[in-house]
């Protein structure tokens, strides 16, 4: 289903589905929509198996419908954590985050309960006051990284991953920074992978 999310100030699309169990939220990348998640056919597996989520169009996203927009990280946190909580409750979700997606993925995780996190190509994922709280996180986190990713260092992901308790490094061989939508099969099984062990 989809409908407009007023939260926070912020008018934005969203797509979701409603059904018993955890929910996972979805955090698109800079130059993406909600969209994004519909195409490579992620939506349609999770409402085949009746797992309920929520797909965001951001304040941040280039291509989102969003109004108005604004790149400022706590406030787009701040839409987010509404959002989650008006279509959920009290429901405490896995998280998906693209890019800078990933970055509000690990901001959020940081102040609110997550179940788990599954990050592809997440940016700014060193700073300070991330690193200070990730010693806190003990839940599954899986991090996706494209081999041909021309932003992210794998560097930076192998750091991430070594400082996040109970993660993995999965690596999308010849995929690029959206590695997600080079590799939708990959990333699918992926999720399903990590949403059993969240749940």
Same mark, same amino acid.
């Given at each position: 289903?989809?409908?407009?999310?007023?939260?926070?100030?912020?008018?934005?699309?969203?797509?979701?589905?409603?059904?018993?169990?955890? =929910? #996972? &939220?979805?955090?698109?990348?800079?130059?993406?929509?909600?969209?994004?998640?519909? $195409? *490579?056919? &992620?939506?349609?597996?999770?409402?085949?198996?009746?797992?309920?989520?929520?797909?965001?169009?951001?304040?941040?996203?280039?291509?989102?419908?969003?109004?108005?927009?604004?790149?400022?990280? /706590?406030?787009?946190?701040?839409?987010?954590?509404?959002?989650?909580?008006?279509?959920?409750?009290? /429901?405490? =979700? &896995?998280? &998906?985050?693209?890019?800078?997606? %990933?970055?509000?993925?690990?901001?959020?995780?940081?102040?609110?309960?997550?179940?788990?996190?599954?990050? *592809?190509? =997440?940016?700014?994922?060193?700073?300070? /006051?991330?690193?200070?709280?990730?010693?806190?996180?003990?839940?599954?986190?899986? *991090?996706?990284? %494209?081999?041909?990713?021309?932003? #992210?260092?794998?560097? +930076?992901? $192998?750091?991430?991953?070594?400082?996040?308790?109970? @993660?993995?490094?999965?690596?999308?061989?010849?995929?690029?920074? @959206?590695?997600?939508? +080079?590799?939708?099969?990959?990333?699918?099984?992926?999720?399903?992978?990590?949403?059993?062990?969240? /749940?």
């Amino acid at each position: 289903m989809e409908k407009t999310l007023n939260s926070s100030g912020y008018k934005c699309q969203a797509l979701y589905h409603t059904a018993p169990g955890t =929910p #996972i &939220v979805f955090l698109h990348g800079l130059s993406y929509s909600i969209e994004v998640w519909q $195409r *490579i056919g &992620v939506t349609e597996i999770l409402m085949e198996k009746h797992i309920p989520f929520l797909a965001l169009d951001m304040p941040y996203g280039l291509k989102s419908q969003c109004q108005p927009k604004t790149k400022d990280p /706590e406030k787009n946190l701040a839409f987010a954590a509404e959002a989650v909580r008006s279509v959920f409750g009290s /429901e405490v =979700p &896995v998280l &998906v985050g693209a890019s800078i997606g %990933g970055y509000l993925a690990l901001k959020y995780a940081a102040r609110f309960p997550v179940k788990g996190l599954l990050l *592809i190509g =997440p940016s700014r994922t060193l700073q300070e /006051e991330l690193v200070q709280a990730y010693e806190r996180f003990n839940f599954p986190a899986r *991090i996706v990284w %494209g081999s041909h990713d021309s932003l #992210i260092s794998g560097e +930076d992901m $192998r750091t991430l991953a070594g400082r996040l308790r109970n @993660s993995k490094l999965l690596v999308y061989d010849g995929a690029g920074h @959206s590695a997600y939508n +080079d590799r939708p099969e990959w990333f699918k099984r992926d999720l399903l992978e990590l949403y059993a062990t969240a /749940e």
